[in-house]
C-alpha cells in the first residue's frame, strides 16, 4: 500500500508559479511512476505529467509542455510539480497517483491516488 499526500496548492495570478508537492508512504517509492491528474469543474480528469520510476523519463500533456515540470527525489519519497506562467485554464483541482512499474497517461493505469489539492489562476 501506498499513501499520497499532497500539498502546496492555492490561489495564484495568472503569470504565477506554484509548486505541488506529493509525499508517499513506504519504502519501495522508487518502484512507482509517479503522475499528475487534474479536474476542472464539470470535466473529467486529465493527465498533466508524469515520471518515470527510474527519474529518466518525463511526459506532459500539450497544454503544459514548457510551463511544468515534474521532478521527484526518491531520497524523500516526493514528487513535485512546478508549476510556472500559470494560465485561468489551469484552475483545478491537481491530484498525484502512483503507477507500479508502468509508464503510463492513462489514469486507469494507476494504483494509488492522493486527495487532491486545488489550485485556482485569477485572471
Known amino acids: 500500500q501506498v499513501q499520497l499526500v499532497e500539498s502546496g496548492g492555492g490561489l495564484v495570478q495568472a503569470g504565477g508559479s506554484l509548486r505541488l508537492s506529493c509525499a508517499a508512504s513506504?519504502?519501495?517509492?522508487?518502484?512507482?511512476?509517479m503522475g499528475w491528474f487534474r479536474q476542472a469543474p464539470g470535466k473529467e480528469r486529465e493527465f498533466v505529467a508524469a515520471i518515470r520510476w527510474s527519474g529518466g523519463s518525463t511526459l506532459y500533456a500539450d497544454s503544459v509542455k514548457g510551463r511544468f515540470t515534474i521532478p521527484r527525489d526518491n531520497a524523500k519519497n516526493t514528487v513535485y510539480l512546478q508549476m510556472n506562467s500559470l494560465k485561468p485554464e489551469d484552475t483545478a483541482v491537481y491530484y498525484c497517483?502512483?503507477?507500479?512499474?508502468?509508464?503510463?497517461?492513462?489514469?486507469?493505469?494507476?494504483?494509488?491516488w492522493g486527495q487532491g489539492t486545488q489550485v485556482t489562476v485569477s485572471s
Open positions: 497517483a502512483a503507477a507500479t512499474l508502468k509508464w503510463t497517461m492513462l489514469p486507469a493505469e494507476y494504483d494509488y
Open positions: 513506504g519504502r519501495t517509492f522508487s518502484r512507482y511512476s
